[in-house]
């Protein structure tokens, strides 16, 4: 059988195994880490005061779409007794984030599950960096985007899918707190949606939206 091709990424600070079953981790994607820090009132940045604590640091977190697990290791590392949870709807996914939950030494519960379909708890936070890539966008590079699983890159409608399948499973699930990752072109249609559906927009940082009820 032919070994998975494995590589190495850093993610705050800190270096996450990555293969072809997993997305690689990105900068933009520190910031829902950092959003998440300064909603427990934790500094997230040398110098930079934190804003008054919404949340106790013991909360439930669930990261949905986990991939490599590497905003769920984070933050069970920087937030210690907060309860992290991790999905993904991939199998192999999950396999590379328990490597990587036990390289880094993170007590992180993972669980295979179609976004929340398959959570039984109902979550404080939810989390969620999902596919998002509209495969019609003129600028990406297909071919560099080649190299990271699709399911984990692309959604229907216009990207937003995925999106607004979990913004629906929030809502009904009563969950008060949402952060998601998405291209800056797509916010307007996501807090547009987001708000008919009885959440209000708190904070934008770049590709990061925080919503509560």
Not at 44 to 56: D, N, Q, R, T
Not at 124 to 144: F, H, M, Q, R, T
Request: hydrophobic letters at 40%; glycine letters at 6%; charged letters at 30%.
């Amino acid at each position: 059988m032919k070994e998975t091709l494995q590589n190495k990424q850093d993610f705050y600070g800190r270096d996450y195994i990555v293969t072809p079953d997993v997305l690689i981790p990105r900068p933009e994607t520190e910031m829902m880490v950092d959003a998440i820090l300064n909603l427990i009132g934790k500094p997230f940045l040398p110098g930079v005061k934190p804003s008054e604590p919404k949340l106790p640091e013991d909360i439930t977190i669930l990261d949905v779409g986990t991939g490599s697990g590497c905003i769920a290791i984070t933050l069970k590392q920087l937030l210690p007794q907060a309860k992290v949870i991790a999905t993904d709807i991939s199998d192999k996914a999950l396999i590379v984030a328990k490597k990587n939950a036990v390289n880094l030494e993170a007590e992180v519960e993972f669980l295979q599950s179609d976004l929340l379909d398959g959570v039984k708890i109902k979550p404080d936070l939810v989390a969620a960096n999902l596919p998002y890539v509209d495969e019609s966008w003129d600028w990406i590079d297909k071919e560099a985007l080649s190299k990271e699983p699709a399911l984990a890159l692309y959604a229907d409608n216009g990207g937003l899918e995925l999106i607004y399948k979990l913004i629906d499973q929030v809502v009904e699930r009563g969950v008060k707190h949402l952060i998601l990752e998405a291209d800056p072109c797509q916010h307007a249609r996501i807090i547009d949606y987001a708000k008919k559906k009885g959440l209000t927009l708190r904070e934008t940082r770049g590709f990061i939206l925080y919503f509560s009820e």
